[in-house]
Structures are given as C-alpha cells and as structure tokens.
C-alpha cells in the first residue's frame, strides 16, 4: 500500500509519497503555487536566433522562455520538410503564439516551451494536434492493449493525439471517454482565451501539486492520503469524488495532532537522511551524490561491508543494493539530466548486467523516464532522466554563503 502525507505550512505544502513505509516521492509547491510546467501562455516572439535554432519568448515571468525549432515543427518526422527550415522561416519578433511550458525556470535559465501541446488527464493524455495513438508501455496484457487501441480509434477526432495512460488498465469506457471529453473543454477554453487576451498572458495552469500528483500516482482504491489541512483535505476529497465509482468513500484521513506531521510519521528523520551528500546503504557500503552544473556524479563504496566470500562478491552484492538505493533516490530528489555512477569496478561481465537489470527493474516504477545509455570505456555507466522542474534538493537547501556550496572555504578566508 502506499501512502501519500501532505503538510501544508505557512510558506509552503509539502508532500512525500510512501511505498511499503519508504520513501520514493517528495515534492514541494510555494503557497504561491509557482510551478508553471504544464501551463499554457499566449507569447511574443522578443528575439529569433538562427544560429542557435531557437527563439526567446515573453510569456510573462521574469525570464523569456526558450523555444528549439524541433518545439516548432510537427511532433512527426514524417510530417516535417525534409531539409529543417531555419527557425527564422517560422518565427518572427513580435509574432504572437501559442506555447506550454515544459521545463520551470530553473538557476538563470527560463522556462523552456514548445508548440507540442498535451494536457494529462486521470486515464488519458489529449494531444490536440499530434495524430497519433498509443498505449501506455507499461500494460502488457496484448488483450488489454488491444481493447484500448480500439476505443482510442474509436474517440479520436481529426488530428487528435491520445495516450491511454496506465492506470487506464481494466477501467470502462465511459470513465476514460468522460476524462477525453473534459480535456477538450480545456483545449477549447484555451484556445478562446489565446483570442481574447493580450500577449504575454497565462491562458490555462496545470492542477495544484496535491490534485497533480492524486491524479498521476495515486490509486484511491488501494491508497490512502494522510493531510494535516481541513481546507485541502476538502479539496482532495472533492478531487477524488470525480476519479472514484459513486458510492466509494475517498481514503483521505485529516491528522490533527500537535506534534507536526512530519515528525510523527519519522519522514523529518527520513528525508534529512536521503538528502545527505553521503548515503548509507543497509550492508555497510555507502554512495556519495554530487550535483555539478554539468551532470550528477555518484560514487559507489564498500565502506564498512565486508560478507562477501570474494572480492568480486563483496563488490557485486554493494553494487546491487547501491544501484536499487540509486533508483530509489533519483526518483524521490527528482534528479534530472545526464547522472554518471561509479559502480565499483566488477570483473565478471554477468555481475555488470545483473547491476543494470537491478537499476532497470526499480526504474520502472518512476513516472519519469530515465535513459540507460550503458558502460563507459572508464567503467562508468552513463544515464539520462527527463528534467521538468528544479531538482526537490534546491526547494530544500539553500546554498551557503560563505563555501558558495562548495563544501570548502580557502585557507586565506580563515587567517
């Protein structure tokens, strides 16, 4: 069973998602409610960059956002012009467009958009102009496959794009064609508001955390939410009420005592460990995670382990539970962009790919997908996870002000 425990603060609602007691999710929203990934602005092309292939747009925040000419021209290759235009033959400075966010603001960056537009529902993601069906990968049943192929067929409109998500398994057709017809409203909706409004404009913003993530993690028959907010609790109730058969009570639960949430539940205690540079896994070996502007580096050690009955053992048993911890911790920091791990060295090619399989299995349970590109020459195994929004270690920490983060102080600062 998983558990989803939300504490709403003053400043800010956290939230962490709890699989079998562990921790595998955190996520942080300013009460503001900052995050723009998902949103809809209508634009104003401020510069065109032939040379980068890219242009700069005023969407409204305190950054342009950047637009890559592959944003621009269609999702399908076979639909582009065989030799890719400049993006000066496609934009303009001072056009007016229709883009979402992709990418949050993040350090001195702006958001990063695209005219790709799809909006996520409960059991479908609606793609207005992309043409095309698929079928969450996740569902292997070719019967299963099969029946929502057909009804996406069936629903799918013009240049509709439609992806049965997961948790469309085994549900009826009427709750996923209910969940299709509300996301047209929101197309609809958008696309009179990019009419009737000004650029820059926000035209259309993605839910809430606590609704984003009920909708995309959560199983309301199976799960249960834990908040310590009488306000939000009602909200997610209400939320849940559209996602659940009539008649089914919503499994949310109001914590009321003193002691915060947080504390009660051991999470404080949890999360300042799993955000430690040094992590320590269960046999004694432990990983050392350091974020580079670059990419991420993790260190794999033996530390204190030492119960294999060879060296190749004691290695291969550290690597294994290193790189499930890895999975693990990748997807609860929400660690985006190229991650390098320095597994210790193995020499029997079976142990390599056993490491890989074990890394590979924990993955598949993370939303976001990550990339295994494979083996280094060095022996560094290289990987690439999607970025959306700043790693949750930055809404966490603040970077000091005397190392600048470094974790070193020049000698000539301390005479």
């Not at 956290?14 to 079998?20: A, G, K, Q, T, Y």
């Not at 000419?69 to 400075?93: N, R, Y």
């Not at 700043?390 to 974790?407: D, L």
Request: hydrophobic share 40%.
């Amino acid at each position: 069973m998983k558990q989803m425990i939300v504490n709403c603060g003053v400043k800010d609602t956290r939230m962490v998602l709890l699989d079998n007691s562990k921790l595998v999710e955190f996520a942080s929203e300013q009460s503001s409610g900052s995050g723009i990934a998902g949103s809809f602005y209508k634009g104003k092309v401020m510069n065109v960059l032939p040379g980068m292939q890219a242009a700069f747009v005023d969407i409204g925040q305190k950054k342009n956002a950047f637009l890559y000419i592959d944003d621009v021209l269609h999702a399908h290759l076979d639909k582009q012009p065989k030799v890719k235009p400049s993006i000066a033959d496609l934009l303009k400075p001072g056009q007016e467009i229709l883009v979402q966010v992709t990418k949050e603001p993040y350090a001195n960056k702006g958001a990063r958009i695209t005219t790709h537009y799809s909006l996520p529902g409960r059991w479908i993601v609606y793609m207005p102009e992309a043409d095309y069906i698929a079928v969450s990968k996740k569902i292997s049943t070719d019967g299963e496959r099969a029946r929502l192929r057909q009804l996406g067929s069936h629903l799918k409109q013009g240049e509709e794009g439609l992806i049965l998500r997961t948790v469309a398994e085994g549900e009826n057709d009427e709750a996923i064609t209910n969940d299709l017809n509300t996301l047209r409203q929101h197309w609809q909706h958008i696309r009179e508001s990019f009419v009737q409004k000004s650029a820059p404009a926000e035209l259309h913003r993605d839910l809430g955390m606590v609704e984003r993530l009920i909708r995309d993690v959560f199983n309301p028959l199976q799960d249960q939410l834990i908040i310590d907010n009488q306000e939000r609790a009602t909200s997610a109730i209400q939320f849940l009420q559209t996602l659940l058969p009539a008649g089914v009570q919503p499994p949310v639960s109001i914590y009321t005592e003193k002691e915060p949430l947080f504390h009660a539940m051991n999470i404080h205690e949890q999360l300042h460990r799993d955000f430690q540079r040094k992590v320590w896994l269960q046999s004694g070996g432990y990983i050392v995670w350091d974020q580079t502007e670059a990419f991420t580096v993790i260190d794999v050690n033996t530390g204190k382990f030492t119960g294999g009955i060879t060296l190749e053992d004691t290695v291969t048993q550290t690597n294994l539970q290193a790189a499930s911890e890895i999975a693990r911790l990748l997807r609860l920091r929400d660690t985006g962009g190229i991650i390098i791990v320095d597994f210790i060295d193995m020499d029997n090619e079976a142990n390599r790919r056993s490491v890989v399989e074990a890394l590979e299995q924990i993955l598949q349970r993370d939303r976001t997908k990550t990339h295994i590109v494979g083996w280094t020459r060095l022996g560094l195994l290289e990987l690439t996870r999607k970025k959306v929004r700043e790693e949750t270690g930055g809404f966490s920490y603040e970077t000091c002000t005397v190392c600048q983060g470094t974790g070193k102080i020049a000698s000539w600062i301390k005479d």
